[in-house]
């Protein structure tokens, strides 16, 4: 009888576990036995790619992050995912682009142009980049040291105004940038272009929300945006789905290997001394199922779900994970970030060419204010087809408005929706039969308990080092008797510079099996340092 193999049993088939299992049982085939456990009904955790219609969309992760040096953009390309004979979501960007404040009225491209840059080079300065904003109609070198000075001044009065010299938030230095390019750009402005202006404003600000899934920009940390690092080059999306790069890292794993439908309700390990069944020094107990004993748990689940389950009663863990995780928890941001789509349907007999729509939206106190416009809407910043020529159209919500959607009957959304678009591009001919909408299709990361939302960000009074202190090992030491390596943690909330990614996700993966290799010192890896 050969010796018994180290047992690894990595919980959630998302892209952090099935990369993990994947780099074990390819860079070390026999050397373990490997378990991937799945509460869900499918794998890829928070990217799945779905049908709507003629097209194939992304109810979940959609973006590569930079085509330069990303893990999954490598993947795609060698499997040949990057092209199909169907359309796709975002296959092109190229639309008619109309910015519309809520009573109608359109926003010049100027003040358009003018304010998103003016946005683009605060948040350029904020993430620490050197370029500040893409050429375009304010792209002079004036303008350029205009915006870098205004983004410096903002930061010095937020610095003095909290009293929080390590942490300001970057809504708070966006505002402050605001009133200081208001300040310089001089009185007498017609109070009409302010208004736009303001709106332009919020509607970049409401694209940053789904950016970063902060519900309120107010709560994001600035130093951490600067730690945060892109891949470089374009961003794309994938043509025949997100979901065919995690497919593929789950094809090679031995039959057997992924387990769907198998809860793990209770984690249990020993911090102190082994003395459990089988020589095995953790326990995974499953909702109406068996429970397994493994040597080492990858626990991949979201940042959603250890904010739910750590707290007193409720707790996965057996015995709680110690303060310094349970605290870095707490603390970290996880925000929820949903997709609204509506198939597009027309009362003529021509097809309604829809544009890429920006709406403005101004201040809830403002004469303008369309009260056909539900406050759930007000936060999005834009309605638009999902590729030239398609009659299915895309909206991002993000907080507060991105969970009340998910409590809106189709019936609901279609009516509020149509009524308020309606009042927006056509308001001028009450008659006209305008836009409608004959379907709806939300994503629901929110509501959906094995998610509990979308991915995380760093908030005011958290740091990078949360992210640190959440992918480390335990236990911590090893008194005698204690196996290590029981409770390992993998995710997009564990990757220090490239949390709420898809590849922060893979990175994580990578990181926890290299982990493991190096410490049963196999797959080439002989140097494990605890």
């Not at 509501?447 to 005011?460: Q, T």
């Amino acid at each position: 009888m050969g010796a018994k193999k180290p047992r690894i049993v990595i919980i959630g088939a998302g892209m952090a576990g099935l990369t993990a299992a994947h780099e074990l049982c390819t860079s070390a085939r026999d050397e373990f036995e490997v378990l991937v456990v799945e509460a869900g009904s499918r794998i890829g955790g928070r990217i799945n790619t779905s049908e709507f219609g003629p097209d194939r969309i992304e109810l979940g992760a959609t973006w590569i992050h930079g085509v330069g040096g990303s893990p999954v953009y490598e993947i795609a390309s060698r499997i040949g995912s990057l092209s199909s004979d169907r359309p796709w979501e975002c296959m092109d960007c190229s639309f008619e682009v109309r910015t519309v404040a809520e009573d109608g009225s359109e926003v010049t491209r100027a003040v358009s142009e003018l304010v998103s840059a003016l946005f683009d080079s605060l948040m350029d300065f904020a993430q620490g980049k050197a370029k500040v904003f893409e050429d375009g109609a304010c792209s002079s070198q004036e303008s350029k040291e205009e915006f870098r000075g205004i983004a410096a001044e903002a930061l010095e009065a937020c610095r003095s105004e909290c009293g929080r010299a390590r942490n300001p938030s970057i809504g708070s230095f966006l505002r402050k940038g605001l009133e200081i390019y208001w300040g310089r750009s001089g009185c007498g402005k017609d109070p009409r272009r302010n208004l736009d202006e303001e709106a332009v404003f919020a509607m970049n600000e409401n694209i940053q929300r789904t950016y970063t899934s902060a519900g309120d920009l107010s709560s994001l940390d600035f130093w951490a945006e600067r730690e945060y690092m892109t891949c470089s080059g374009e961003e794309i999306t994938i043509a025949n789905g997100y979901s065919s790069v995690v497919q593929h890292l789950a094809s090679v794993l031995p039959p057997g290997t992924i387990r769907i439908g198998w809860e793990v309700v209770k984690i249990e390990w020993h911090p102190l001394a082994n003395g459990h069944a089988d020589s095995y020094p953790v326990t995974l107990h499953f909702r109406d199922r068996a429970t397994i004993h493994a040597d080492h748990v990858i626990v991949t689940v979201s940042l959603g779900v250890l904010k739910a389950r750590t707290g007193p009663g409720t707790s996965l863990f057996s015995p709680p994970l110690p303060p310094f995780k349970t605290d870095a928890i707490s603390r970290l941001g996880f925000g929820t970030v949903n997709k609204l789509f509506l198939h597009l349907t027309s009362a003529a007999d021509n097809r309604v060419e829809f544009p890429f729509l920006q709406m403005a939206f101004h201040r809830p106190d403002s004469e303008f204010k369309n009260r056909a416009v539900p406050w759930w809407m007000r936060r999005t910043a834009s309605l638009s087809p999902i590729h030239r020529n398609s009659d299915v159209l895309l909206s991002w919500f993000a907080g507060k408005e991105a969970l009340h959607l998910e409590t809106l009957t189709e019936e609901e959304i279609l009516d509020e929706v149509s009524s308020a678009v309606n009042s927006m591009i056509s308001p001028s001919d009450p008659g006209s039969a305008g836009v409608k909408f004959g379907k709806a299709l939300r994503s629901k990361w929110g509501s959906d308990p094995l998610f509990l939302g979308s991915y995380s960000y760093v908030a005011v009074g958290s740091s990078g080092d949360d992210l640190d202190a959440l992918a480390v090992p335990l236990p911590l030491t090893l008194p005698r008797g204690c196996s290590a390596l029981q409770i390992m943690f993998a995710g997009e909330a564990t990757h220090r510079t490239h949390y709420s990614t898809t590849h922060g996700a893979y990175y994580s993966g990578i990181r926890e099996a290299v982990r493991l290799l190096k410490h049963y010192k196999c797959g080439g890896w002989t140097d494990y340092d605890g």
